[in-house]
């Protein structure tokens, strides 16, 4: 079953602009049995009350509104009886939205939450630096826009300002989530490279690498061979590629250095590039990143992760608290 998901900061504003889908909600499953024996109603009924929050509606027309993008791109993907319960239960899911949303602006509205001319240019700001356009003076822009800050500044002061993460539950997440805080190899590596020349062809740039390779094999110098026969930008400095991080390689040239040991040369490597002859130099093996390195990245981690359960609480409060009647 989904969680509904408390918002982790501002940077989700864009997207929940964008259909207010960025936190998850009850699952269609869940809603569907509750509604089930009204699920075959026709979707052509006019205008009408779904649902009664407190002293509040929600309007079908509101969420035929709120599922407009999803709904266009499901009638894309299916037809028939299928189309029908996935617009179904895409619907359900946003009713459940609309309810949580309606139960947190009247809490807002309860306890004198508001947003502030300021903090709306500001927010205004900080979208239109990530691109987005934003219409100011369009009233339902404004509205829409007002609401999810007003949202965020509840759920700020009612969930996230009651979490707190101590260093027990940090060490604890480390030893469990080990393997997300480890490094890959590291290989430092150096390459001749040929390219073809003047309309080579393959066998010409194959037979060529394979002349420096024979060379490599009896104990030429790699260096002067470099200088002598490399198109890499790096032939001036010996060929040396530095470190490299294992997944950054090409496939072919990852193959060929894992099965290297430190001071052996590969065989040539074709790649779309050239013809690569690798030396490798060094391998650091795997390592996990210290406690101390990544702290500051579990805290935000596991913050995230606590504040997600006080919301699910906070938010069953209030519905546990509030008049809530269903007809859709």
Not at 20 to 25: E, I, L, Q
Not at 43 to 50: E, P, T
Not at 180 to 204: D, K, M
Request: proline share 4%; hydrophobic share 40%.
């Amino acid at each position: 079953m989904s969680r509904t998901r408390v918002p982790s900061n501002r940077r989700q504003l864009s997207m929940n602009r964008a259909g207010r889908r960025g936190r998850s909600f009850a699952t269609a499953a869940l809603v569907a049995a509750c509604f089930a024996p009204l699920a075959a109603e026709s979707a052509h009924l006019a205008d009408r009350i779904v649902a009664v929050v407190n002293s509040e509606v929600i309007m079908l027309s509101e969420i035929k509104a709120e599922t407009a993008a999803d709904g266009k791109r499901l009638q894309e993907q299916y037809r028939g009886a299928e189309l029908e319960r996935r617009l179904k239960q895409v619907e359900y899911m946003a009713l459940t939205r609309m309810i949580e949303r309606k139960l947190q602006m009247q809490l807002a509205k309860s306890k004198g939450v508001d947003v502030t001319d300021e903090e709306l240019t500001q927010a205004v700001l900080e979208l239109q630096r990530q691109g987005e356009k934003v219409d100011v003076g369009n009233p339902d822009d404004k509205k829409s826009l007002k609401e999810q800050l007003t949202l965020m500044k509840v759920v700020d002061r009612e969930v996230r300002s009651s979490v707190m993460v101590s260093e027990t539950e940090m060490k604890r997440y480390y030893e469990q989530h080990r393997g997300r805080f480890s490094l890959p190899e590291e290989y430092r590596l150096s390459q001749i490279l040929i390219r073809p020349r003047n309309g080579e062809e393959p066998a010409q740039i194959q037979a060529k690498a394979e002349v420096v390779y024979a060379a490599l094999k009896q104990g030429a110098d790699f260096a002067d061979l470099t200088l002598r026969h490399s198109d890499g930008a790096e032939a001036t400095r010996g060929g040396s590629l530095g470190f490299v991080r294992q997944g950054e390689l090409l496939p072919p040239i990852e193959r060929a250095v894992a099965a290297l040991q430190p001071g052996e040369i590969s065989e040539p490597v074709t790649t779309t590039e050239g013809i690569h002859i690798l030396r490798l130099d060094e391998k650091k093996p795997s390592q996990f990143r210290p406690f101390a390195e990544v702290k500051t990245e579990m805290q935000g981690v596991v913050f995230q992760q606590k504040s997600e359960d006080v919301y699910q609480l906070w938010m069953a409060n209030l519905k546990n608290k509030a008049y809530i009647e269903v007809k859709f």
